[in-house]
């Protein structure tokens, strides 16, 4: 699957200027006041050597005077760097770090997730507890939430690749049917099962970073085009000369469509804290559905015909009498927000 990558991704998004404070439409994108719970204790998170990542770069804590200095990059460069200094118990000013690729040369750099062109005194940050899981949150004092980060275990590059390649099963797991009504299913834990063929599949790498491209256990390597529902898998082959992989001449072409379930098809958005890194996989209207499918748990009543058909085949959803009484928990609060920001972001 031909993607830009993650760098550019968070670049473009960073730059937008969003508000999750918009007007609410037919469907439940209405305002969002992220209620956060319980502090976490800084102490146990914000140390030296302490790793972090925001699903498309990674950063490790180095202790710089009163600064928590957020060092890292992507699987590809580093470079990426933001400093914390703390003005309440978990709440932070973002100041400029230095960093350096060579010894001895260090230049003053302010790169916060790639938001180049941000004034540090326009963010800040705070440290919060959303149903036991910490996560670190960047604000823009008009523009509202930039980033999401969470943080990781093990290595800063090792942790990264695993969470990247987490968050692309996921994100085409399920199954899929053929125009002919053969289905290929894909399971988050990396597993397939095709017409006559099953096990495990491993991604493929391209700039240092897995790519949508994936090889099966009988040799076969397949690139995937998965959003909005529809699926294209195109057998491809690795071209020593150009260093890449490219579409086997005659080879396979296979279109699919996601099986229709009468099942919720994201329960993780109103169970886990979600990334920018981890909302990238998706297209636009996968992000829709998720949105308002965190408001149909709670039974939102929607205007919107499609949403409407979409969620009335779903056994667990019962609308309400009265909108105004669906509430969400903080972490879905924070979900909305995090699903909105990509949503507006330029990037497809």
């Known amino acids: 699957m031909k993607r830009k990558t993650f760098f550019l991704t968070l670049m473009l998004i960073g730059m937008m200027a969003c508000s999750g404070n918009a007007k609410k439409p037919a469907d439940a994108d209405g305002q969002v006041a992220v209620a956060s719970q319980a502090n976490v204790a800084a102490d146990d998170y914000l140390k030296a050597g302490a790793v972090w990542h925001n699903g498309v770069e990674w950063f490790q804590i180095r202790k710089d005077g009163d600064v928590f200095a957020f060092i890292g990059g992507t699987l590809h460069e580093g470079g990426a760097c933001f400093g914390l200094r703390a003005n309440g118990a978990n709440s932070f000013s973002v100041v400029p770090v230095k960093w350096s690729v060579d010894a001895g040369d260090y230049e003053p750099s302010l790169s916060v997730m790639n938001l180049y062109g941000e004034n540090p005194g326009d963010l800040s940050a705070e440290l919060r507890n959303y149903d036991g899981a910490a996560v670190l949150l960047l604000r823009h004092k008009t523009k509202g939430l930039r980033t999401v980060l969470l943080p990781a275990k093990g290595n800063g590059m090792e942790a990264?690749?695993?969470?990247?390649?987490?968050?692309?099963?996921?994100?085409?797991?399920?199954?899929?049917?053929?125009?002919?009504?053969?289905?290929?299913?894909?399971?988050?834990?990396?597993?397939?099962?095709?017409?006559?063929?099953?096990?495990k599949y491993t991604f493929e790498y391209e700039f240092d970073s897995p790519a949508y491209t994936i090889s099966?256990?009988?040799?076969?390597?397949?690139?995937?085009?998965?959003?909005?529902?529809r699926m294209?898998?195109?057998?491809?082959?690795?071209?020593?000369?150009?260093?890449?992989?490219?579409?086997?001449?005659?080879?396979?072409?296979?279109?699919?469509?996601?099986?229709?379930?009468?099942?919720w098809r994201f329960p993780f958005a109103s169970t886990e804290p979600l990334t920018v890194g981890m909302l990238s996989n998706y297209g636009k209207e996968d992000l829709r559905i998720m949105r308002n499918e965190?408001?149909?748990?709670?039974?939102?009543?929607?205007?919107?015909?499609d949403l409407q058909q979409r969620f009335s085949r779903i056994q667990g959803y019962t609308p309400a009498s009265d909108n105004s009484k669906v509430r969400l928990s903080?972490?879905?609060?924070?979900?909305?927000?995090?699903?909105?920001?990509?949503e507006e972001s330029p990037n497809d």
Request: proline content about 4%; glycine content about 10%; overall charge negative.
């Open 160 to 199: 990264l690749d695993n969470t990247l390649k987490a968050d692309m099963a996921l994100a085409f797991a399920g199954t899929w049917l053929s125009s002919s009504g053969e289905r290929y299913v894909f399971g988050a834990d990396q597993s397939y099962t095709f017409p006559g063929k099953k096990g």
């Open 216 to 229: 099966l256990q009988d040799g076969s390597h397949w690139s995937v085009d998965a959003k909005d529902g």
């Open 330 to 342: 903080p972490l879905e609060q924070l979900n909305v927000e995090i699903i909105k920001l990509v």
């Open 232 to 263: 294209t898998l195109s057998e491809v082959s690795f071209d020593e000369e150009n260093d890449g992989w490219t579409a086997v001449p005659g080879g396979k072409k296979i279109s699919l469509t996601l099986e229709n379930q009468s099942q």
């Open 294 to 305: 965190i408001w149909a748990r709670h039974g939102y009543r929607f205007n919107s015909p």
